[in-house]
T-cell receptor, first 113, second 113 residues
Protein backbone atom coordinates (compact mmCIF):
# COMPACT_ATOMS: atom_id res chain seq x y z
CA UNK A 1 0.00 0.00 0.00
CA UNK A 2 0.91 3.63 -0.12
CA UNK A 3 3.50 4.68 2.42
CA UNK A 4 4.22 8.20 3.55
CA UNK A 5 7.37 8.57 5.61
CA UNK A 6 8.03 11.70 7.61
CA UNK A 7 11.27 12.72 9.29
CA UNK A 8 12.45 13.57 11.80
CA UNK A 9 10.11 12.13 14.42
CA UNK A 10 11.27 14.70 16.98
CA UNK A 11 12.95 18.07 16.71
CA UNK A 12 14.06 20.27 19.58
CA UNK A 13 15.11 23.81 18.72
CA UNK A 14 15.93 27.02 20.50
CA UNK A 15 13.53 29.85 19.87
CA UNK A 16 14.71 31.73 16.81
CA UNK A 17 16.24 28.70 15.08
CA UNK A 18 14.85 27.31 11.86
CA UNK A 19 13.01 24.00 11.56
CA UNK A 20 12.32 21.66 8.66
CA UNK A 21 10.29 18.47 8.39
CA UNK A 22 10.35 16.21 5.34
CA UNK A 23 7.75 13.95 3.86
CA UNK A 24 8.39 11.20 1.30
CA UNK A 25 5.82 9.04 -0.48
CA UNK A 26 6.39 5.68 -2.13
CA UNK A 27 3.91 6.62 -4.86
CA UNK A 28 3.07 9.71 -6.87
CA UNK A 29 0.57 11.93 -5.12
CA UNK A 30 -2.36 13.88 -6.44
CA UNK A 31 -1.78 16.48 -3.76
CA UNK A 32 -0.27 16.86 -0.33
CA UNK A 33 -1.58 18.59 2.72
CA UNK A 34 -0.02 19.75 5.95
CA UNK A 35 -1.69 19.77 9.34
CA UNK A 36 -0.64 21.09 12.73
CA UNK A 37 -1.71 19.54 16.02
CA UNK A 38 -1.10 21.54 19.16
CA UNK A 39 -0.46 19.58 22.37
CA UNK A 40 -3.79 18.24 23.60
CA UNK A 41 -5.53 19.37 20.43
CA UNK A 42 -6.63 17.93 17.14
CA UNK A 43 -5.03 18.27 13.68
CA UNK A 44 -5.82 21.55 11.95
CA UNK A 45 -5.39 22.05 8.22
CA UNK A 46 -2.55 24.38 7.22
CA UNK A 47 -2.21 24.16 3.47
CA UNK A 48 -2.60 22.03 0.33
CA UNK A 49 -0.09 21.75 -2.51
CA UNK A 50 -1.22 20.40 -5.86
CA UNK A 51 1.24 21.31 -8.60
CA UNK A 52 4.62 19.77 -9.27
CA UNK A 53 7.35 22.00 -7.80
CA UNK A 54 4.84 24.21 -6.03
CA UNK A 55 6.03 26.50 -3.25
CA UNK A 56 3.68 28.29 -0.90
CA UNK A 57 4.36 30.58 2.02
CA UNK A 58 2.38 31.46 5.10
CA UNK A 59 4.27 34.10 7.07
CA UNK A 60 7.28 32.20 8.50
CA UNK A 61 6.18 28.84 7.04
CA UNK A 62 7.32 27.68 3.59
CA UNK A 63 5.84 24.58 1.99
CA UNK A 64 7.29 22.79 -1.02
CA UNK A 65 6.01 19.99 -3.23
CA UNK A 66 8.62 18.05 -5.16
CA UNK A 67 8.90 17.96 -8.92
CA UNK A 68 7.98 14.27 -9.00
CA UNK A 69 5.08 14.87 -6.59
CA UNK A 70 6.48 12.28 -4.21
CA UNK A 71 8.00 14.48 -1.54
CA UNK A 72 7.30 17.63 0.36
CA UNK A 73 8.79 19.79 3.06
CA UNK A 74 7.70 22.32 5.63
CA UNK A 75 10.23 24.91 6.74
CA UNK A 76 9.69 27.31 9.62
CA UNK A 77 11.97 30.34 9.83
CA UNK A 78 12.87 31.74 13.23
CA UNK A 79 10.70 29.47 15.34
CA UNK A 80 8.56 30.84 18.14
CA UNK A 81 7.10 29.07 21.16
CA UNK A 82 3.71 29.22 19.46
CA UNK A 83 5.05 26.85 16.78
CA UNK A 84 5.16 23.97 19.28
CA UNK A 85 3.16 20.96 18.20
CA UNK A 86 3.10 18.00 15.85
CA UNK A 87 3.23 18.62 12.12
CA UNK A 88 1.72 16.03 9.80
CA UNK A 89 1.86 15.68 6.06
CA UNK A 90 -0.94 13.79 4.32
CA UNK A 91 -1.08 12.74 0.71
CA UNK A 92 -3.68 11.33 -1.64
CA UNK A 93 -2.49 8.78 -4.14
CA UNK A 94 -3.52 9.48 -7.74
CA UNK A 95 -6.72 7.62 -8.58
CA UNK A 96 -7.92 7.19 -5.03
CA UNK A 97 -11.10 8.64 -3.64
CA UNK A 98 -11.29 12.22 -2.42
CA UNK A 99 -10.44 12.48 1.21
CA UNK A 100 -8.68 9.14 1.43
CA UNK A 101 -5.40 10.45 2.69
CA UNK A 102 -2.35 8.67 3.99
CA UNK A 103 -0.74 10.53 6.86
CA UNK A 104 2.92 10.65 7.74
CA UNK A 105 3.99 9.73 11.24
CA UNK A 106 4.32 13.37 12.23
CA UNK A 107 7.19 15.49 13.53
CA UNK A 108 6.94 16.67 17.12
CA UNK A 109 8.47 20.14 17.43
CA UNK A 110 9.62 21.48 20.76
CA UNK A 111 10.78 25.09 20.99
CA UNK A 112 12.87 26.12 23.98
CA UNK A 113 12.55 29.80 24.93
CA UNK B 1 -17.27 27.54 11.10
CA UNK B 2 -17.33 23.82 10.58
CA UNK B 3 -17.98 21.96 13.78
CA UNK B 4 -17.17 18.31 14.32
CA UNK B 5 -17.99 16.95 17.75
CA UNK B 6 -17.26 13.63 19.38
CA UNK B 7 -19.33 12.10 22.14
CA UNK B 8 -16.57 11.79 24.74
CA UNK B 9 -13.10 13.23 25.31
CA UNK B 10 -12.06 10.38 27.59
CA UNK B 11 -13.43 6.88 27.89
CA UNK B 12 -12.35 3.90 29.99
CA UNK B 13 -13.69 0.44 29.14
CA UNK B 14 -12.94 -3.13 30.06
CA UNK B 15 -11.70 -5.86 27.75
CA UNK B 16 -14.59 -7.51 25.95
CA UNK B 17 -16.99 -4.60 26.27
CA UNK B 18 -18.80 -3.21 23.25
CA UNK B 19 -17.81 0.40 22.72
CA UNK B 20 -19.56 3.10 20.71
CA UNK B 21 -17.78 6.28 19.64
CA UNK B 22 -19.97 8.89 18.04
CA UNK B 23 -19.13 11.76 15.75
CA UNK B 24 -21.45 14.52 14.59
CA UNK B 25 -20.81 17.26 12.06
CA UNK B 26 -23.07 20.23 11.48
CA UNK B 27 -22.15 21.23 7.92
CA UNK B 28 -24.02 18.69 5.82
CA UNK B 29 -20.78 16.96 4.76
CA UNK B 30 -21.11 13.77 2.74
CA UNK B 31 -17.76 12.27 3.66
CA UNK B 32 -16.72 11.26 7.15
CA UNK B 33 -13.70 9.38 8.47
CA UNK B 34 -12.47 7.58 11.56
CA UNK B 35 -8.77 7.49 12.42
CA UNK B 36 -6.75 6.24 15.31
CA UNK B 37 -3.64 8.10 16.40
CA UNK B 38 -0.76 6.36 18.13
CA UNK B 39 2.70 7.76 19.00
CA UNK B 40 5.16 7.25 16.18
CA UNK B 41 2.49 5.93 13.81
CA UNK B 42 0.63 9.09 12.89
CA UNK B 43 -3.03 8.88 11.92
CA UNK B 44 -4.26 5.62 10.46
CA UNK B 45 -7.58 5.36 8.66
CA UNK B 46 -10.00 2.83 10.11
CA UNK B 47 -13.17 3.36 8.09
CA UNK B 48 -14.78 6.05 6.01
CA UNK B 49 -18.20 6.79 4.60
CA UNK B 50 -19.26 8.69 1.50
CA UNK B 51 -22.95 8.76 2.20
CA UNK B 52 -25.65 7.50 4.48
CA UNK B 53 -25.48 3.72 4.89
CA UNK B 54 -22.30 3.58 2.82
CA UNK B 55 -18.96 2.58 4.29
CA UNK B 56 -15.55 1.54 3.11
CA UNK B 57 -12.66 -0.05 4.93
CA UNK B 58 -9.58 2.00 5.54
CA UNK B 59 -6.13 0.68 6.29
CA UNK B 60 -6.80 -0.92 9.70
CA UNK B 61 -10.47 -2.00 9.91
CA UNK B 62 -9.92 -5.21 11.88
CA UNK B 63 -11.78 -5.20 15.18
CA UNK B 64 -13.94 -2.23 14.21
CA UNK B 65 -17.23 -1.58 12.48
CA UNK B 66 -19.10 1.61 11.64
CA UNK B 67 -22.61 2.89 11.23
CA UNK B 68 -23.92 5.84 9.27
CA UNK B 69 -27.71 6.02 9.58
CA UNK B 70 -27.90 9.80 9.28
CA UNK B 71 -25.76 12.12 7.22
CA UNK B 72 -24.48 14.12 10.17
CA UNK B 73 -23.56 11.17 12.37
CA UNK B 74 -20.85 8.55 11.95
CA UNK B 75 -20.34 5.96 14.68
CA UNK B 76 -17.34 3.75 15.31
CA UNK B 77 -18.02 0.46 17.07
CA UNK B 78 -15.60 -1.79 18.86
CA UNK B 79 -17.50 -5.08 19.04
CA UNK B 80 -15.28 -6.53 21.77
CA UNK B 81 -12.72 -4.06 23.03
CA UNK B 82 -9.16 -5.23 23.49
CA UNK B 83 -6.19 -3.60 25.19
CA UNK B 84 -4.47 -3.00 21.85
CA UNK B 85 -7.36 -0.72 20.93
CA UNK B 86 -6.29 1.76 23.59
CA UNK B 87 -5.66 4.87 21.52
CA UNK B 88 -6.78 8.34 20.52
CA UNK B 89 -9.67 8.18 18.05
CA UNK B 90 -10.25 11.08 15.72
CA UNK B 91 -13.24 11.72 13.52
CA UNK B 92 -13.03 13.98 10.46
CA UNK B 93 -15.26 15.23 7.69
CA UNK B 94 -14.66 16.77 4.30
CA UNK B 95 -15.85 20.26 3.56
CA UNK B 96 -17.13 19.89 0.02
CA UNK B 97 -17.33 17.25 -2.65
CA UNK B 98 -14.04 16.95 -4.48
CA UNK B 99 -11.97 18.50 -1.71
CA UNK B 100 -9.45 16.71 0.49
CA UNK B 101 -9.22 19.14 3.39
CA UNK B 102 -10.31 17.37 6.53
CA UNK B 103 -11.95 18.95 9.56
CA UNK B 104 -11.23 17.02 12.72
CA UNK B 105 -13.18 16.58 15.92
CA UNK B 106 -11.48 16.99 19.31
CA UNK B 107 -10.75 13.29 19.64
CA UNK B 108 -11.68 10.56 22.13
CA UNK B 109 -8.94 9.04 24.22
CA UNK B 110 -10.02 5.45 24.82
CA UNK B 111 -8.37 3.28 27.44
CA UNK B 112 -9.19 -0.42 27.49
CA UNK B 113 -8.27 -2.16 30.74
Amino acid sequence: GQQVMQIPQYQHVQEGEDFTTYCNSSTTLSNIQWYKQRPGGHPVFLIQLVKSGEVKKQKRLTFQFGEAKKNSSLHITATQTTDVGTYFCAGRKIGTSYGKLTFGQGTILTVHP
Amino acid sequence: DVKVTQSSRYLVKRTGEKVFLECVQDMDHENMFWYRQDPGLGLRLIYFSYDVKMKEKGDIPEGYSVSREKKERFSLILESASTNQTSMYLCASIGRQGADTQYFGPGTRLTVL
